[in-house]
C-alpha cells in the first residue's frame, strides 16, 4: 500500500502557487516539473503510459490536458493544456503560446522561474492528430458529407452516426459544443452527427456559428463555406436528443 501511494505521489508532479489550491498545471510559482516555450513557460506532469494527463486544472479552465509535449534530451513526454484561444486558458494569467499551426498551450508570459526551465518540442504525431478533426470547415473529410440543414445559416460538414447513434468526438480547436447525432437526411433516412449549441461561444474559433434549428436548440455551421460537393438536405430528426446533458453544461462553468 505504502509502495502504491509513493508512486502515485511520484507521477503527480505538483505545480502551485504558495497560497492556491495546488493543481497540475498551475502557475510556475513553486514548480516541480517546469517546461518551456518561447512565449513563456508552463508547470507539466508527465504522460502516464497509456498517454492520459491529470485532470485537475486551474480555476475557469477550458483548455483539455493532451500528452502533446517531449523533452528534447530524454524524450519524455509531458501534459499541456491545449488551446485555441486565450479565454480557454482560464483567469490566472496564461495566455494561449501557438505552437503548431491553430494548436497552442497555455503558458504564462512573466512566471517567476523557481527551477532551472527544460526545453520542450512539440510532439509532430500528437500536434496533428490535435490539428485535424471531424466537423470542421468544408471541404469535409472523406466520412463526412457537407450539410444544408433545414433552418440553419451556413453548410456544416457532418459525420454519419454509429449503429448505437454514437458520434465522432474530435472536434475543432476551441470547440464546447457536444456532438449529437441530430440530423436526417431527407432523401437516403441515413443519420447524421452535428455540434449542438445554444450560443456563437460554443462554436470555437474557426469561423462558425450557431444557427438555431429548433426552437433554443442550434448547430454549428459555416456561413460563408462554399459548397467543395453535393449538399445534402438535411433535417433535425423528430426523435432526436437535442438538449445539452449537465455534464456538457459544467464544462462551460467559469
Do not use: W
Not at 38 to 61: H, I, V, Y
Not at 88 to 112: D, E, F, H, Q, R
Not at 134 to 146: M, R
Amino acid at each position: 500500500m505504502r509502495s502504491h501511494r509513493a508512486a502515485l505521489m511520484r507521477f503527480r508532479l505538483r505545480c502551485r502557487e504558495p497560497t492556491a489550491l495546488s493543481v497540475h498545471l498551475s502557475v510556475p510559482a513553486i514548480c516541480l516539473a517546469q517546461r518551456t516555450n518561447p512565449r513563456g513557460t508552463l508547470c507539466a506532469p508527465q504522460c502516464a503510459s497509456d498517454s492520459s494527463c491529470p485532470t485537475d486544472k486551474p480555476a475557469g479552465t477550458l483548455a483539455p490536458a493532451k500528452c502533446l509535449l517531449q523533452d528534447s534530451a530524454s524524450g519524455k513526454k509531458y501534459c499541456a493544456l491545449v488551446c485555441a484561444a486565450d479565454f480557454m486558458c482560464g483567469v490566472s494569467g496564461a495566455k494561449c503560446s501557438k505552437v503548431a499551426g491553430p494548436v497552442g498551450v497555455c503558458t504564462y508570459p512573466t512566471a517567476v522561474t523557481s527551477k532551472p526551465s527544460t526545453p520542450m518540442t512539440v510532439d509532430k504525431e500528437a500536434a496533428e492528430t490535435e490539428s485535424a478533426s471531424h466537423y470542421e470547415k468544408p471541404p469535409c473529410g472523406s466520412d463526412e458529407v457537407q450539410a444544408q440543414v433545414q433552418g440553419a445559416n451556413g453548410t456544416l460538414c457532418a459525420p454519419q452516426c454509429a449503429s448505437d447513434s454514437s458520434c465522432p468526438t474530435d472536434k475543432p480547436a476551441g470547440t464546447l459544443a457536444p456532438a449529437k447525432c441530430l440530423l436526417q437526411d431527407s432523401a437516403s433516412g441515413k443519420k447524421y452527427c452535428a455540434l449542438v449549441c445554444a450560443a456563437d461561444f460554443m462554436c470555437g474559433v474557426s469561423g462558425a456559428k450557431c444557427s438555431k434549428v429548433a426552437g433554443p436548440v442550434g448547430v454549428c455551421t459555416y456561413p460563408g463555406a462554399s459548397a467543395s460537393k453535393m449538399l445534402t438536405p438535411m433535417a433535425v430528426e423528430a426523435e432526436a436528443d437535442t438538449s445539452i446533458a449537465l455534464e456538457d453544461q459544467a464544462s462551460l462553468v467559469i
